[in-house]
């Protein structure tokens, strides 16, 4: 195996477990939104759209690149806004001090 | 290292801690905006210093800066249209088909590299193992993710749907993506094995969604969402980008998380999900909640208006049907109409009300209403006792007391004890079963009367019969 190879697998395994400890539970209110940024985060893929754009040389490469370019442009800045959107309802209340007494149920 | 690679890898890490704590942030309510933002400054800084290296590296020709902003361009005008106009009722298949884009992308990379290294000779196994995985993954979720957008945009059927031999199909998908992987791993020269491993996973992801009933949907396309994070992982591996693997398992991994939660909210398993032709409207249960109950007393609007008028408390239960026939701003209307005459309105929002979890909070945060009038289950339970009039608009398996019992499909699903309230009104279209398939014998106790009608069309009735008597 590769240093490169390895390197990359043990990034893989450990974001994998990142991943498992950073989503413990989830309050069912904030299940959609969630699940809509982490859509927005494997937008990442626009920087692979970048990557293979600097290898094409003909009409066939570049029609993936093109392909590449407009579905991770799609997924990232629409998942972004969409879930900021969605997120932002939630911040009216905050305006209003009202809310402070519900702590006390069980 | 170069000074320029240098810091690009580090601000590569730079953005992975930003996804990493932006999820974190994203767990409670307080903090959850800012941490999709700082998600999205972690992806602004990607972008930019990849655009900083192919500048730096001056490969990429005129045309490709041509191809690559122009798909971009085009990319970002559809998306952020897209995102800004859609109503809130239809997130979910817009999530879906972001999802679908997302699967497409890392596929479309995988498809790229591979032709690109093909035309020399050996491929390492380093190689062809992750570019395999990155194009029979994103290949599933870019066809089962469509699907899942047109069952839940209503363009394709949301019952579940199957055909004699669906499930021999599978298998054959299946067992070709087998002999693609084999062959790719084996002769990696030829584009068969490529044409042969593309097709078999877009049938696959295709009949793995189509027989799945329409309201398990969300849970189908939470997993699909973690099998993009993973295909892009793959696509991370193939062109050698770190963030790519970081970001996209990290995405993996949380996603699985969320799924299972999603399901066991809906007290439901994902492999009971996966295994489809649940909710189809055939009656798959035996024993209780089969027979339909009888001496059920109907109501009319008029009648309802009545009721909430003379009531000191009313809670609100809104359900799927609320969400479908998009009646949440008449729902809002009546409920201010309530407040502002001295009535005590809430609502008790079942966890999965909705189209997805969470998803009725959204809904009616869109449309204003306060925040604290929306009880979560045990507050809304701790309420019913004390409650006049609980008006179920269009949910149906949330209110079904058999839960408490066993041996049916919807035993021990925690729900709303709306038959504890002095009176209920449910609003719902016809008798006929909700999702799970059970009767509800909430709808023949003595307490209750049913309104028969489209959610919209019942709460303006309602609207204007309860203005009569509050005058």
């Keep these: 195996m590769s240093q490169e190879l390895y390197t990359n697998l043990a990034i893989f395994v450990l974001s994998l477990l990142v991943g498992f400890e950073v989503m413990s539970k989830i309050p069912a209110t904030l299940q959609t939104p969630m699940m809509s940024g982490a859509n927005a985060i494997h937008g990442v893929v626009v920087v692979g759209a970048f990557a293979i754009a600097a290898e094409a040389n003909n009409w066939y490469f570049y029609l993936l690149a093109f392909l590449a370019a407009f579905f991770s442009a799609v997924n990232v800045s629409g998942g972004y806004t969409v879930t900021d959107r969605m997120l932002g309802m939630f911040n009216r209340p905050k305006d209003k001090p009202a809310d402070s007494k519900k702590e006390g149920d069980q | ?471």
Aim: charged share 10%; net charge negative.
């Design chain 2, 1 to 471: 290292m170069t000074w320029l690679q240098t810091s690009a890898s580090l601000i590569y890490l730079i953005s992975a801690v930003c996804y990493v704590i932006g999820v974190h942030m994203m767990r409670s309510p307080k903090t959850a905006r800012r941490g999709n933002i700082l998600s999205g400054i972690g992806m602004a800084l990607a972008v930019i210093m990849i655009m900083v290296e192919l500048i730096d590296q001056g490969k990429i020709t005129l045309t490709g800066w041509i191809v690559l902003f122009a798909g971009l361009l085009i990319g970002i005008v559809y998306g952020v249209v897209k995102a800004r106009k859609v109503p809130m009722t239809d997130v979910p298949q817009l999530v879906s088909l972001f999802n679908a884009v997302g699967g497409g992308a890392a596929a479309t990379i995988g498809i790229f590299d591979y032709t690109h290294e093909a035309l020399g000779t050996s491929l390492s196994l380093a190689f062809s193992i992750p570019v395999l995985l990155d194009i029979v993954i994103g290949g599933i979720t870019f066809s089962g993710s469509l699907i899942a957008t047109g069952k839940l945009s209503g363009h394709v059927s949301g019952k579940p749907i199957s055909f004699p031999g669906d499930k021999l199909l599978n298998g054959i998908a299946v067992l070709a993506i087998i002999v693609a992987a084999v062959w790719m791993i084996g002769f990696p020269s030829a584009y068969w094995p490529l044409v042969l491993s593309l097709v078999a996973s877009l049938v696959f992801g295709l009949l793995m969604t189509m027989p799945i009933g329409g309201a398990d949907m969300p849970v189908v396309v939470s997993l699909l969402n973690a099998f993009t994070g993973l295909a892009v992982a793959f696509a991370g591996f193939v062109i050698d980008n770190q963030v790519l693997i970081i970001a996209g398992a990290l995405v993996g991994a949380a996603g699985t998380i969320l799924t299972l939660q999603m399901a066991e909210a809906m007290n439901r398993s994902v492999a009971n999900i996966l295994a489809g032709g649940f909710g189809g409207g055939e009656s798959t249960g035996s024993g209780a909640g089969t027979e339909v109950p009888t001496n059920v007393k109907e109501t009319s609007a008029d009648d309802v208006g009545l009721q909430l008028a003379y009531a000191h408390n009313v809670m609100i239960v809104p359900g799927y049907g609320l969400a479908a026939a998009q009646a949440q701003h008449e729902v809002a209307e009546l409920a201010k109409l309530l407040t502002d005459a001295g009535i005590n309105v809430n609502y008790a929002i079942h966890p999965v009300a909705g189209r997805m979890p969470g998803h009725m909070n959204v809904l009616l945060a869109d449309v204003n209403v306060p925040y604290d009038q929306m009880k979560q289950l045990d507050e809304a339970n701790s309420m019913f006792e004390n409650t006049d009039v609980s008006l179920v608009i269009g949910a149906n398996d949330v209110t079904n007391p058999l839960a408490r019992e066993s041996g049916n499909a919807i035993s021990g699903m925690p729900i709303l004890d709306v038959d504890k309230s002095k009176s209920v009104v449910v609003i719902k279209r016809s008798m006929s079963t909700g999702y799970a398939g059970v009767q509800n014998p909430l709808f023949s106790e003595d307490q209750t009367s049913m309104l028969f009608d489209d959610a919209k069309k019942a709460l303006q009735d309602i609207i204007a019969s309860t203005k009569q008597y509050l005058d």
